[in-house]
């Protein structure tokens, strides 16, 4: 199933996308939320975050080819990005004045669907609802820096998200590919991280309760690119869509 949350008459609405039409559901997909009858064409809906969080979790050095010299990790290194930096597609990612450095980071993102506490990885399979895209925007000479990531990570439209939230996928399976401007800058598959997504959640559990709606960023691999004033990032992820942001300067 393919999910996404749009504006219908300038309301907020979660959607079921369906060919060229996205269809209006009452309540949450989370919820099993039924087709109320109203529907939009898909070329002309304003697409949302798919999600509305209470958390956004992420990882670091996920993959090998991102650890650039550091140790491999024996555990998941988790980090907190702020529900409040999540932008839908087509809205800006700013750079902050005086950032320096700003990266995008390609990245899945799974998404939970119902209370997840101290659970097993099977147990926390089973409260994955789904995926979609992510770009972990980071300013790196923050994040250097810096005594933590707060600004780093979670600056203000640091978290793009979307298009589409997608039940029944593997990871394993998937390919996440980055782009600026057209020219493939990151290439991967999530088979290839340290710490497989079940895996991630139940970590996760063990020290913070997780509801429908919150957000795992699975980590990043290889060199990401840096973005300047009018670059366009995607993020692609076969069998979810392609996210895409333009960039702007903050002033």
């Known amino acids: ?9 300038g309301v907020p609405s979660w959607g079921q996308v369906e060919g060229d039409s996205v269809r209006e559901i009452a309540g949450t997909p989370f919820a099993g939320g039924r087709q109320t ?4 064409p898909l070329t002309g809906a304003r697409l949302l975050a798919p999600a509305v969080p209470s958390r956004v979790l992420a990882l670091a050095w996920n993959y090998a080819d991102h650890l650039k010299g550091r ?19 087509g809205e800006p990612i700013v ?9 995008e980071e390609a990245e899945l993102v799974a998404v939970i669907g119902r209370p997840c ?7 926390a399979a089973e409260c994955i609802f789904g995926y979609t895209c992510g770009n972990d925007v980071s300013a790196r000479v923050w994040q250097k820096n810096d005594l933590t990531w707060w600004r780093a ?15 029944g996928l593997a990871p394993a399976d998937l390919t996440v590919i980055g782009r600026v401007n057209g020219r493939e800058v990151q290439r991967c598959s999530p088979r290839d991280m340290f710490f497989d997504v079940p895996t991630l959640v139940s970590w996760i559990s063990r020290s913070i309760a997780l509801d429908a709606g919150d ?3 699975t980590g990043t691999s290889g060199s990401p690119a840096e973005l300047a004033d009018g670059d366009v990032v995607e ?13 702007r300067a903050g002033s």
Request: glycine residues 10%; contains cysteine; aromatic residues 8%.
């Open 1 to 9: 199933m393919v999910y996404t949350r749009f504006l219908l008459g």
């Open 37 to 40: 009858g109203r529907s939009l």
């Open 71 to 89: 140790e491999e990790p024996k555990d998941p290194q988790v980090f907190l990005k702020l529900p409040s930096c999540l932008i839908a597609p």
């Open 95 to 103: 750079l902050p004045p005086g950032a320096g450095r700003v990266d």
């Open 117 to 123: 506490q101290n659970v097993s990885p099977r147990e």
């Open 153 to 167: 990570k979670a600056s203000d439209t640091f978290a793009p998200l979307g298009p589409f939230l997608v039940t």
């Open 215 to 217: 957000l795992v960023y």
């Open 235 to 247: 993020v692609e992820i076969g069998g979810i869509g392609v996210l895409r942001n333009p960039v």
